[in-house]
């Protein structure tokens, strides 16, 4: 069964660098998606991503926060100056178009800023 | 998004039938009723939705209330594996994004 690839699975940057977190979703998918989940807590929605654009985004996605589908396969989230505050899980997931579609979601990736 | 309301945790002996409750009194009418899980140290994993009729698939079954305020998930033999947080979400027809709120974790008894 096809499935979404996250890499890497554990990132450890230092507060105040640059971080990209890469994602590979199904091949077929039309819709992709970044969430995170800090430590303890609840699966919160970053963005949403079609068509080439961002479709809609969370008040945590700030201007320190970028997405981009560099090529026909690879979908990446990129924070510019991490904070310690930005330590959590991240979560990539892919749907096909059409009405209230299931989500499918990658394995994560563990970020922890020092 | 419509809010939903389901119990903290909920506990089952391997092997028997789970019914894992949810309650959603303001879903609109274009709202489908999806639930996910999450097992340790893994992403959400969707399960299954539906909209108005019972919906069954390999994984689970969906009862949904007649007037849809309500829906109940089923695992007809829980499995050690099934130990997991299970959340049910209201999503629009659209490819909205999904609004997690606790869930029910559910432990399974051996």
């Known amino acids: 069964e096809p499935e979404v690839t996250q890499t890497p699975s554990h990132q450890v940057t230092q507060m105040g660098q640059e971080v990209i977190l890469r994602c590979v979703p199904i091949?077929?998918?039309?819709?992709f998606y970044w969430y995170r989940q800090i430590l303890g807590q609840k699966v919160e929605f970053l963005v949403s991503?079609?068509?080439?654009?961002?479709?809609?985004k969370s008040e945590i996605f700030d201007d320190q926060f970028s997405v981009e589908r560099p090529d026909g396969s690879n979908f990446t989230l990129k924070i510019r100056s991490t904070k310690l505050e930005d330590s959590a899980m991240y979560f990539c997931?892919?749907?096909?178009?059409?009405?209230?579609?299931?989500?499918?979601f990658g394995d994560g990736t563990r970020l922890s800023i020092l | 998004d419509a809010k939903t309301t389901q119990p903290n945790s909920m506990e089952s002996n391997e092997e028997e039938p789970v019914h894992l409750p949810c309650n959603h009194s303001?879903?609109?009418?274009?709202?489908?009723i999806h639930w996910y899980r999450q097992l340790p140290s893994q992403g959400p994993e969707y399960v299954i939705h539906?909209?108005?009729s019972n919906v069954n698939n390999r994984m689970a079954s969906l009862a949904i209330a007649e007037d849809r305020k309500s829906s109940t998930l089923i695992l007809h033999r829980a499995t050690l594996r099934d130990a997991a947080v299970y959340y049910c979400?209201?999503?629009?027809?659209?490819?909205?994004?999904?609004?997690f709120g606790k869930g029910t974790r559910l432990s399974v008894i051996a």
């Open positions: 979400i209201l999503r629009d027809e659209g490819n909205t994004p999904l609004v």
């Open positions: 091949s077929n998918h039309l819709y």
């Open positions: 997931a892919s749907s096909e178009w059409g009405p209230a579609q299931p989500q499918h």
């Open positions: 303001t879903i609109s009418g274009t709202d489908y």
């Open positions: 539906g909209l108005t």
């Open positions: 991503f079609y068509n080439n654009e961002i479709s809609e």
